[in-house]
Nanobody, 120 residues
Framework: QVQLVESGGDLVQPGGSLRLSCAAS????????IGWFRQAPGKERERVSC????????FYADSVKGRFTISRDNAKNTVFLQMNSLKPEDTAVYYC?????????????WGQGTQVTVSS
């Protein structure tokens, strides 16, 4: 079973940056799309970004376009989410999840999440 672990969350000031990591064990990530999701208190879970297994396509929510960048390093079995120009509304628990080859709706093997707090 593939297990995913998120890391990199922190408390940052508005306008700051963070890089989140999603590290996998149990299988190579090379064959899977990986999605980043977030959930803030009182809000529904939101898909933030996704990258296909082949890196042929990426997805970004409108709320993060131009600020977040998803990437993967298959040699390290890790997917990253670079988060720039952070806003207070980015505050949430961020999760990564395992998809199929492409960024479709079926995600599983969710990680435990990492807290991102954007506040002055």
């Amino acid at each position: 079973q593939v297990q995913l672990v998120e890391s990199g969350g922190d408390l940052v000031q508005p306008g700051g940056s963070l890089r989140l990591s999603c590290a996998a064990s149990g299988s190579t990530l090379a064959y899977y799309a990986i999605g980043w999701f977030r959930q803030a208190p009182g809000k529904e879970r939101e898909r933030v970004s996704c990258i296909s297994s082949s890196e042929s396509s990426t997805f970004y929510a409108d709320s993060v376009k131009g600020r977040f960048t998803i990437s993967r390093d298959n040699a390290k079995n890790t997917v990253f989410l670079q988060m720039n120009s952070l806003k207070p509304e980015d505050t949430a628990v961020y999760y990564c999840a395992l998809g199929e080859l492409e960024c479709l709706s079926a995600f599983r093997n969710w990680g435990q999440g990492t807290q991102v707090t954007v506040s002055s």
